[in-house]
């Protein structure tokens, strides 16, 4: 399996807080919750308005992720017509959270309460 499973669910919504056109290409830069940042990594995907991106960078101190359109991907997605301020949809990775619970609920069945269970 390659890529990022997108299921269509909105796991909250993010502010764009920057647009940046560099050569063809156009640099986002997203402002997220902390709960839903938690999940986002560089190199990892994330759903914006739907469409699934590789994540280039996280900013654990501005709350913030970015990720780069290239010209083809902005001619056929809606983000590059969103302004600065406006929000966006985001889906984080299902496998992210599919890892945090198993880490979860395997920590809690080996704590000493549940070993005596």
Not at 35 to 59: H, N, Q
Not at 86 to 95: G, R
Request: glycine fraction near 8%.
């Amino acid at each position: 399996m390659g890529g990022h499973v997108v299921q269509g669910h909105v796991d909250g919504t993010g502010v764009i807080v920057s647009m940046e056109a560099e050569g063809d290409s156009l640099w986002v830069k997203v402002k997220a919750d902390k709960a839903l940042l938690k999940y986002i990594v560089p190199k990892g995907f994330v759903a914006v308005d739907g469409t699934s991106l590789t994540v280039v960078d996280v900013s654990d101190q501005e709350s913030c992720f970015n990720f780069m359109l290239v010209a083809y991907t902005q001619q056929n997605v809606v983000i590059p017509t969103k302004n600065v301020g406006q929000k966006v949809n985001l889906e984080v990775d299902i496998m992210a959270k599919y890892v945090e619970r198993l880490l979860l609920t395997t920590s809690a069945y080996n704590t000493p309460q549940a070993k005596k269970g």
